[in-house]
């Protein structure tokens, strides 16, 4: 008979929690470094949430514009995240982004083409240029595959549909995770010398999101726990045009090709309402604007009787939407059962992204605790206040590989960190409480809650009362924490992984609503309707440290551009 | 509101050997699909029934199963298209894990045979490529990897062999048809892969939700690729001649 | 049709319910013509030669092949009468391990061939058209179009849209080319490929009327000779 704290122990020098773009580019980087390598992810190889990315792939390589180059990408991100961003971190993107593509098609990649050859690119919000690289609106599919093949044929071992629940620290030095194979129903501990964080994020914390099932925020969770300090939590993006109805697909994103390609938007009286937000960008103002936009629309009533505005492409005709916005039409004919080349869309917005996360130093990735580092939509810094379309997988792929080099090297000089086993028992204890618990309360319905009551108080207008309402509601969740629990065994348990996620999420969440009620301004994704200006003392990051059980807020001031950027990244006020 | 009767098999082969039919009722809001109503079990009945998804899109091919006999994904599928009583049971070509989740690890065994993208040599770069030579395999690349055309065949479900698969053979053609790879992958469709096994009955291609004409666009050109360097006296004659650069 | 198939009909033979008239069909057909050449052979009447006879009858069996050996009816055979499988639907698809299965892995790796027989037929498609051009020109200084001509023009199309929809003739029109841009006049060779891979698309339903076209040939001209007055003259004059 197997006891109660029974494991199994894997020994490896790089472990990476995370199989989406940025785990996936890091391995590679961390095996041809010729470290062991293990891959851990929640979900099945290839699955994950990057395989949504529709748009494209941001990298000034001047392909169709040829006056483009790193400098105006580097302006475009940083100005447009409001001066909030780590210059550091946008200049490697803007400088790197070239050479990752380049690299990525190296792999075998197959990007769209130019009539003379070269990868095409096209344009996007806020972006000066002609500058995201696409495969069709699949470029996250083809990043994945594409990544995940080169992973696949190397030295790197995946352990995947595996949950980490823990990421032990000594001291503030990072020894290794522990988690549950979900395939065997067995717990693993991984030893470790370095671990890179490439858990993507949390947009699963909101009832309407784009986002895939993985986006519960466990790594920053866990990394906070081990000893992270965490950054800008309260920068989340919302997409200004998600899916609204039927109710069961609400929050499925519609790309902003739409609108890209002509699409307007329309109140219910009929009015193209963004002439009057925005006379001059109109529908393809940034991100922000548009879906404050929209939203006011809704909340001052002259939104649809499903809660959301027109979108209308019809004026393009039938062919041109077929032809340019194929997986559009498809979604809306079979989610909706509505054919967007003769009826208006129904659109609100929907989150998406998350700027915020862990902090990392920008030369290495590497966070505060020694040996842990971070990579991708779980890291922060580079966006600031606001993702420009695309930016992201440039993240992953720039980002990915710079963590996967400073881990490995890190791993080549550091030692496996002992541990005592005390810290695995507590975990297994920790876990097997929620199983073990006859009288528990169901998880989903507190999740609800939670989600419900971040969409409606920490939504794209916020202020201080509803934001201390959200605070109130998870303040009130807070203790259930210790009755929740469900049925059954270790193995694909979906009620064990809802109490799990649910641990994470309020952690995450109660993180989130604290900045945003410090952040007593507006400034890009965040916006206060009791703040509406951006002000200059908050040009400032807010950080959360747990010190002995306690989180500790602080803010530290965004670092000054040096010489060689002062121009580029000057804040005109 | 509508309710269904919705039957699901139920199953933990690694503790017991036990598989029953539970039924559940499931109210059905509009636009349903088959993912929500599974998802309403969870939430309201039985947090530990076990289903495989991610992105309920469609784009991430997680939650294959057979809804009343038909290999398709839970999520793409609505509820008003199907009765009033439904059957969901996991994808029966793969042995199940837990209730509708499936060990498809075969798979990824299978991809790792498969030689990866291979560069010619002596490339300029930046490469270029022309829009001609990568629209092919671009259909090849929309693949989601749902394995619902593997669940479907017939070589795979209800025979043994060595055959890849139609998914791996798209996977093959998306690599051939690179216009810059260097490699020709049917040579072990051949031998190792059985495509010979493919005996064209189109049944993946009726169920693949990316609309990929497996078949007829990369079955069959890879079948045609094997016969020129296996069958073909002609054709290999003109192999050798072009080898040999007269 | 599978998934709207009525599944309280267990008992019904599964033949019948996938409505796969292809098959059943092709059977009828192969059956008729065979009877009516034994039985009754023609093989020309008034200028028109029966399809079965173009050039001459020793070509049938090669016909035959390529019919047989072409995808289109491999999937037939494959799916009906040998039951691998029957249907996609999981409960009716009458597969099973026990039965041994080769696929096209011994005997039927001949189908591999199949491309010889296409390019037969690529030889004896002209003589359709030249079957045309003598049903016009049969009585000598007179031009004379009727009915039966274009009866006959209709067969000889459609066997070329059979024959050039090909997946044999697509693999030589591209399908073996990675690179078109590498070629010279890749840009025209891709456009051709791609014209021929729309006609692909079809090529199961031209297999299947271009089968039916040749065996109604054949009974126009027997109706004639029995003396049927259905064949309308539409123009004629001297040259
Ligand atoms: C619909 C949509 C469209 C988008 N389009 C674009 C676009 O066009 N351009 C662009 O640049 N960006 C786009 N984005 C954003 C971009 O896709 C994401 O930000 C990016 O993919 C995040 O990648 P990642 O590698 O950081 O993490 P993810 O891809 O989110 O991967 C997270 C990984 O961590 C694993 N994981 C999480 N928790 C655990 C745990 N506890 N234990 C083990 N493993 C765990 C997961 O299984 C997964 O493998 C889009 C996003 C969405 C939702
Ligand atoms: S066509 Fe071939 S691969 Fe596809 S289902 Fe039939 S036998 Fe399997
Ligand atoms: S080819 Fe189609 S059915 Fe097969 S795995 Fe890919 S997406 Fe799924
Ligand atoms: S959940 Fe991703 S395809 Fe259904």
């Known amino acids: 008979m197997s006891g109660k704290y029974d494991y199994t122990t894997l020994k490896t020098d790089v472990l990476i929690i995370g199989a989406g773009g940025a785990g996936l580019r890091a391995a590679i980087a961390a095996t041809e470094a010729g470290c062991s390598v293990i891959v851990a992810s929640k979900s099945l190889l290839g699955k994950a949430h990057t395989v949504m990315a529709e748009g494209g ?129 067995t717990f693993k501990l991984i030893e470790c010398k370095s671990l890179i964080v490439a858990s993507g994020g949390l947009g699963r914390l909101f009832k309407v999101t784009s ?241 419900e009551s971040m969409s409606k108080y920490v939504g794209i207008l916020r202020n201080d009362s509803d934001l201390n309402k959200a605070y109130d509601a998870i303040k009130s969740l807070k203790p259930k924490l210790k009755d929740i629990g469900v049925r059954g065994s270790l193995r694909f348990n979906p009620g064990l992984l809802a109490c799990l996620e649910f641990t994470n999420l309020i952690q995450s969440a109660e993180l989130l609503v604290r900045g945003a009620i410090e952040r007593k301004e507006s400034r890009g994704a965040h916006f206060r309707s009791d703040f509406p200006n951006r002000s200059h003392d908050f040009r400032k990051n807010i950080l959360f440290k747990l010190n002995e059980g306690r989180d500790e807020m602080s803010f530290a001031a965004v670092p000054e551009l040096p010489d060689h950027l002062k121009d580029l990244g000057k804040e005109e006020d | 509101m509508q309710e269904v009767k919705i039957r699901i098999r139920r199953s933990e082969p690694a503790v017991s050997n036990e598989v029953r039919y539970q039924e559940f009722t499931v109210p059905v809001g509009e636009g349903m699909v088959v993912l929500d109503a599974v998802h309403y079990i969870q939430n309201n009945i039985d947090p530990t029934l076990s289903v495989r998804w991610n992105c309920k899109a469609a784009r991430c091919g997680s939650c294959s199963a057979e809804i009343d006999g038909m290999p398709k994904l839970m999520c793409k599928t609505r509820m008003d298209t199907l009765g009033k009583e439904i059957t969901i049971n996991p994808i029966k070509a793969y042995p199940v894990v837990k209730d509708l989740v499936t060990d498809v690890s075969h798979n990824y065994e299978i991809a790792k045979k498969i030689p990866p993208f291979t560069p010619k040599e002596g490339l300029k770069e930046p490469w270029t490529m022309m829009q001609i030579d990568v629209t092919r395999s671009k259909e090849f690349r929309t693949c989601i990897e749902c394995f619902l055309c593997q669940d479907v065949c017939h070589v795979i479900r209800e025979h043994q062999s060595n055959y890849f698969g139609p998914k791996h053979v798209v996977k093959i053609a998306a690599l051939d048809l690179h216009p810059l790879d260097s490699i020709d992958r049917s040579e072990l469709l051949h031998h190792d892969g059985g495509l010979g096994y493919c005996d064209i009955t189109k049944c993946c291609q009726n169920v693949c939700p990316e609309e990929i004409r497996i078949t007829d666009n990369a079955i069959i050109p890879e079948k045609e690729r094997i016969v020129d360097h296996a069958y073909d006296p002609i054709g290999l004659l003109i192999k050798k001649v072009k080898r040999r650069k007269w | 049709m599978e998934k709207n198939m009525d599944k309280s009909l267990t008992w019904f033979p599964p033949e019948f319910k996938e409505l796969n008239w292809r098959l059943w069909s092709f059977a009828i057909i192969l059956i008729l013509s065979a009877g009516a050449l034994i039985l009754y052979p023609v093989s ?39 039951r691998h499988p029957i249907a996609c639907l999981d409960g009716i698809r009458f597969d099973d391990n026990r039965k041994g299965y080769s696929g096209e892995m011994t005997f039927f790796s001949l189908q591999n061939f199949h491309r010889y027989f296409l390019y037969i037929a690529i030889v004896i498609l002209p003589f359709f058209y030249y079957d045309i051009y003598v049903s016009m020109t049969y009585i000598s200084g007179e031009f004379i179009f009727r009915l039966g001509t274009i009866i006959l023009i209709a067969n000889a199309l459609l066997l070329t849209l059979w024959t050039f929809s090909c997946h044999a003739f697509r693999h030589l029109t591209g399908g073996h080319t990675d690179c078109y841009s590498c070629k010279t006049a890749g840009g025209a060779k891709k456009k051709f490929y791609n014209g021929q891979s729309y006609l692909n698309r079809y090529h199961e339903q031209f297999a299947f009327i271009s089968l039916i076209v040749v065996l109604a040939v054949d009974l126009y001209i027997r109706a004639l000779i029995v003396g049927w007055p259905i064949d309308f003259t539409l123009l004629k004059f001297a040259i």
């Open chain 1, 57 to 185: 792939i941001a990298a000034s390589l001047g392909n169709v514009d040829p006056q483009d180059n790193w400098q105006v990408h580097f302006r475009d991100t940083y100005v447009e995240g409001v001066f909030l961003g780590n210059w550091r971190m946008v200049e490697l993107l803007a400088k790197e982004a070239p050479d990752r593509v380049y690299e990525l098609e190296r792999y075998g990649a197959l990007f769209d083409r130019t009539p003379e050859g070269k990868i095409m690119q096209r344009p996007f919000g806020a972006h000066t240029y002609r500058r995201l690289c696409y495969v069709g609106d699949k470029t996250g599919l083809e990043l994945i595959r594409t990544l995940q093949d080169k992973v696949a044929h190397s030295e790197a071992k995946i352990l995947d549909e595996f949950v980490v629940t823990k990421i032990v620290s000594v001291n503030g030095k990072v020894a290794g995770a522990f988690g549950i194979s979900m395939r065997e129903g």
């Open chain 1, 211 to 451: 986002n895939s099932w993985e986006g519960t925020g466990d790594g920053l969770a866990l990394s906070y726990r081990a000893g992270a300090v965490l950054m800008d939590m309260e920068m989340v993006q919302f997409h200004p045009t998600g899916m609204v109805w039927p109710p069961a697909v609400r929050g499925i994103l519609v790309t902003e090709g739409v609108r890209g390609e002509g699409g307007m938007l329309y109140n219910k009286d009929g009015e193209r309402f963004m002439l009057r937000y925005s006379p001059k960008k109109k529908e393809l103002d940034a991100r922000d604007v548009v879906a404050r936009s929209i939203y006011r629309e809704i909340i001052e009533g002259r939104g649809t009787e499903h809660g959301g505005v027109y979108l209308d492409i019809r004026h393009r005709g039938a062919k041109y939407i077929m032809e340019k916005l194929p997986s559009m039409y498809m979604q809306y004919k079979e989610f909706a059962e509505i054919d967007i080349t003769k009826e208006k869309m129904e659109v609100a917005p929907t989150v998406h992204y998350h700027m915020g996360g862990i902090r990392v130093n920008p030369e290495t990735q590497m966070t505060n605790v020694e040996g842990l580092f971070a990579a991708g939509e779980a890291a922060s810094g580079l966006h600031g206040a606001n993702r420009l379309g695309g930016n992201s997988l440039t993240d992953l792929l720039v980002f990915g590989k710079l963590a996967g080099v400073s881990a490995s090297a890190y791993a080549k000089q550091g030692k496996q960190i002992k541990f005592d086993e005390s810290v695995v028992k507590e975990e297994i204890d920790r876990v097997m409480s929620f199983v073990e618990n006859p009288g528990a309360t169901n998880p989903y319905p507190l999740i609800d809650t939670l989600r």
């Open chain 3, 44 to 82: 020309q009447f008034e200028g028109y030669v029966d399809p079965f006879y173009s050039p001459t009858v020793a070509v049938i069996p090669l016909i035959a092949l390529f019919r047989l050996s072409c995808y289109a009816y491999r999937k037939d055979y494959y799916r009906h009468v040998f």
